[in-house]
């Protein structure tokens, strides 16, 4: 039986849901990197979504309602239909390394298997406990650092890309609108998420839906090279 993913623990506020009829525009708020809960009028957040910004204004509209400022697109959306995960519109780190080393780092979970690992949604957590581990030498755990963690974009964890890959032929829809990156051809994505037995592996997933724990000094695979690709909650 599949695990359902539990709400996002950190999230948008000031993102309204707009519509042509109903303009819903509230301020964004952060704090220490993690954003605040939405503030809802009876709206809802669908996948396919825009984050963008309007002035000093940032708002969730849809598709049909985008005019401009696009900065990621809604993956994944709970059952409140106010919050969920968005995926930046650009690779962050591209032909990149896990890590150049193989000690884990305090806080981080060595996941025995993949089908465990699958259930891993904490890569806001992954991404903190790897910045905390390098902070005097980003080189250790490169792709934590290519993310904009203080604006509260992270590194995704390995169960945040298995939920993304489910949503692509949308995602990608609005990422063409916006003008991103799309999910499309080989691609590789590492993800926050370690493989424990050594700690010598980490985790990545595929543009074919593959899975997989591979030496983390490793910076291609056969199909594709390994980015890095930042989410953030809403």
């Given at each position: 039986m599949s695990k359902k993913p539990p709400a996002p623990?950190?999230?948008l506020t000031g993102i309204g849901r707009t519509s042509k009829s109903n303009i819903i525009m509230k301020r964004t708020l952060l704090l220490l990197g993690i954003l605040l809960p939405l503030l809802g009028w009876g709206q809802?957040?669908?996948?396919?979504d825009i984050?963008?910004?309007?002035?000093?204004?940032t708002l969730i509209v849809s598709p049909h309602d985008y005019t401009g400022g696009g900065i990621g697109v809604v993956f994944y959306v709970d059952e409140s239909g106010q919050?969920?995960?968005?995926?930046?519109?650009?690779?962050q780190a591209h032909q990149i390394y896990w890590s150049n080393m193989y000690e884990l780092p305090w806080g981080l979970t060595g996941w025995q298997s993949i089908r465990d690992a699958i259930y891993d949604l904490d890569g806001y957590d992954?991404?903190?406990?790897?910045?905390?581990?390098?902070?005097y030498d980003h080189s250790r755990y490169p792709g934590a650092w290519a993310v904009d963690y203080e604006h509260g974009w992270y590194w995704p964890s390995l169960g945040q890309?298995?939920?993304l890959y489910g949503s692509i032929p949308v995602v990608n829809?609005?990422?063409k609108q916006i003008g991103g990156t799309l999910m499309q051809g080989p691609w590789v994505y590492w993800s926050s998420s370690t493989f424990g037995f050594d700690n010598d592996c980490a985790l990545y997933y595929a543009s074919s839906?593959?899975?997989?724990?591979?030496?983390?000094?490793?910076t291609d695979m056969p199909q594709a090279p390994m980015d890095v690709r930042s989410i953030r909650n809403f």
């Open positions: 623990t950190g999230s809802t957040v669908k996948i396919g984050l963008c910004v309007q002035g000093s204004d919050h969920g995960w968005i995926i930046h519109p650009q690779i992954n991404t903190g406990f790897l910045r905390a581990a390098s902070q890309l298995n939920i829809n609005s990422l839906g593959a899975m997989g724990a591979v030496v983390k000094t490793r």
